[in-house]
């Protein structure tokens, strides 16, 4: 089974992949796209534009269990879906932490709060089974334990996307 971990940056996915390491393989986006040719040049914004027809090729290609760790995994055509969701002023004080602009902090803060990645979801023409679970104060351990669950049911589709930050 081939995973997708998404979500807005700042909503835990790197944190919680490293607590799945001990259960599956996991790669990263950006280091796959490195491996394999699909990372473009650093932005100003220190952003790395990804070929993710090129990788996409790729990884459905991989022969093993994988879970890939990434904000663009879910464009990936990998066998089920992680969104991760976080409330929108704890992702603000989370990159503002981590020292990105305000201008980008704010185009990720809405990105959330819109629900972006569930949104590009459910834009695809394809459809996997999905796994949306709210990070703002779960401990990671019992999100790991949450996602390997779900990973050893065989992701079981969980019905529709429900976190709403603007209801």
């Given at each position: 089974m081939r995973l997708a971990l998404t979500g807005t940056p700042g909503t835990g996915k790197t944190h919680l992949a490293a607590h799945l390491l001990a259960h599956v393989e996991v790669r990263s986006v950006e280091d796959l796209a490195a491996a394999h040719g699909a990372l473009g040049a650093r932005e100003a914004d220190g952003a790395q534009p990804v070929d993710v027809e090129g990788l996409r090729a790729f990884v459905e290609a991989w022969p093993t269990d994988l879970l890939v760790d990434g904000h663009l995994s879910h464009l990936l055509g990998l066998d089920a879906v992680v969104v991760l969701r976080c409330?929108?002023?704890?992702?603000?004080?989370?990159?503002?932490?981590?020292?990105?602009?305000?201008?980008?902090?704010?185009?990720?803060?809405?990105?959330?709060?819109?629900?972006?990645?569930?949104?590009?979801?459910?834009?695809?023409?394809?459809?996997?089974?999905?796994?949306?679970?709210?990070t703002s104060s779960q401990t990671v351990e019992v999100l790991a334990e949450t996602v390997m669950a779900w990973w050893l049911e065989g992701c079981p589709d969980r019905g529709p996307a429900s976190i709403d930050w603007l209801g």
């Open positions: 409330h929108p002023e704890v992702v603000a004080e989370r990159l503002r932490q981590r020292g990105y602009a305000p201008a980008k902090v704010q185009a990720n803060v809405e990105w959330e709060r819109l629900g972006g990645v569930v949104a590009e979801l459910l834009d695809a023409a394809e459809q996997h089974p999905l796994l949306e679970l709210d």
